[in-house]
Nanobody, 116 residues
Framework: QVQLVESGGGLVQPGGSLRLSCAAS????????MGWHRQAPGKQRELVAA???????NYADSVKGRFTISRDNAKNTVYLQMNSLKPEDTAVYYC??????????WGQGTQVTVSS
């Protein structure tokens, strides 16, 4: 059993910033991949950013230059720094973790709303 605790969501004005965090706990030896996905109303879930244990990073084109993903291996935590937020960033953001053995887990999601 692996638990993912997300925090940092909320309401912010366009151009503002938020930092999301996701801490993993439970039974695992190591984490191979940590990432963030989002789902806006009426849309499919999409990858926002992901980072591997080796440091490889992927970003969605829509967030490149504005969002930064990072991880703290000692804390089993992944972060998403979100700057220059736009209304189209409004969505539920989900943490996803792949642990050693290839097992994937999803967080409960945290709401991000960008509105003036």
């Amino acid at each position: 059993q692996v638990q993912l605790v997300e925090s940092g969501g909320g309401l912010v004005q366009p151009g503002g910033s938020l930092r999301l965090s996701c801490a993993a706990s439970g039974r695992f030896v190591s984490i191979n991949v940590m990432g963030w996905h989002r789902q806006a109303p009426g849309k499919q879930r999409e990858l926002v950013a992901a980072i591997s244990s080796g440091g490889s990073i992927n970003y969605a084109d829509s967030v490149k230059g504005r969002f930064t993903i990072s991880r703290d291996n000692a804390k089993n935590t992944v972060y998403l720094q979100m700057n220059s937020l736009k209304p189209e960033d409004t969505a539920v953001y989900y943490c996803r973790v792949i642990v050693s053995g290839g097992y994937a887990y999803w967080g409960q999601g945290t709401q991000v709303t960008v509105s003036s």
